[in-house]
């Protein structure tokens, strides 16, 4: 449920919007993307995977720039 939530929270901060304002809604198979359906627009599983890992990508080469600047 954590990860859920984290990834939840990156997804957001991605499409600039609240997390409560953002509706998901998960499918096990794959889908067009995007697919907007009733002005919703609805993620895969892959969609959610493949952001996160992004995010946790970006963050990883964020923390390695810090240790290089500090001389570490």
Known sequence: MKT???TLRQ??????QAPHVIDY?????????PLIL???RLFTKEDIEAL??????R????????IHQ???
């Not at 809604?25 to 993307?33: A, D, G, H, I, M």
């Open 70 to 72: 500090k001389g570490g």
């Open 52 to 57: 996160s890992d992004f995010f946790d990508t």
């Open 4 to 6: 859920d939530l984290q």
């Open 25 to 33: 809604v998960y499918v096990s198979r794959k889908l067009p993307s």
């Open 38 to 40: 009733s002005g919703m």
């Open 59 to 66: 963050n990883t080469e964020k923390e390695s720039n810090k």
């Open 11 to 16: 997804v957001s901060e991605k499409l600039n």
